[in-house]
């Protein structure tokens, strides 16, 4: 559900944080795998399940969410490889498909979550979105 850097912040054992906070090593990435982040390591309470299979058929969504469990803060970062078809040859089915795998999972994605944030009355969904679609 990631692409590029948010790939790489999200691989099991890392973390994105502000670096001078926990002691990273490499504050050019502010990526790493320590425990020494006090506000962003699994010690204090925080686990990042990042999935990267795509949400296309309708019950990926619930499926997802249902194994991840209490899903205090839904980040939905779809992706796809940027099209390079030029913006007036785009086909019906190359328009589907980006629907199909970059706006047709979100609703899904928010039925699934909802209902735990409701009856906790807690709960964030956060939607990253990028006009790389669009290019061509």
């Given at each position: 559900m990631t692409d590029g850097v948010n790939q790489a912040a999200m691989r099991a054992g890392e973390h994105r944080c502000d670096w001078t906070a926990c002691g990273a090593t490499d504050p050019s990435a502010g990526i790493h795998g320590s425990d020494r982040c006090a506000r962003c390591s699994p010690s204090a309470g925080r686990t990042v399940i990042a999935d990267e299979r795509p949400l296309t058929h309708p019950e990926a969504a619930g499926a997802l969410v249902a194994g991840a469990g209490r899903v205090d803060v839904l980040l939905a970062n779809l992706?796809?490889?940027?099209?390079?078809?030029?913006?007036d040859q785009v086909t019906d089915e190359e328009w589907r498909a980006a629907f199909a795998h970059l706006v047709d999972p979100l609703p899904r994605l928010a039925r699934a979550v909802l209902p735990q944030m409701i009856e906790r009355r807690a709960g964030k969904i956060l939607v990253m979105g990028s006009a790389s679609a669009l290019r061509g």
């Open positions: 992706a796809i490889p940027a099209p390079n078809t030029p913006a």
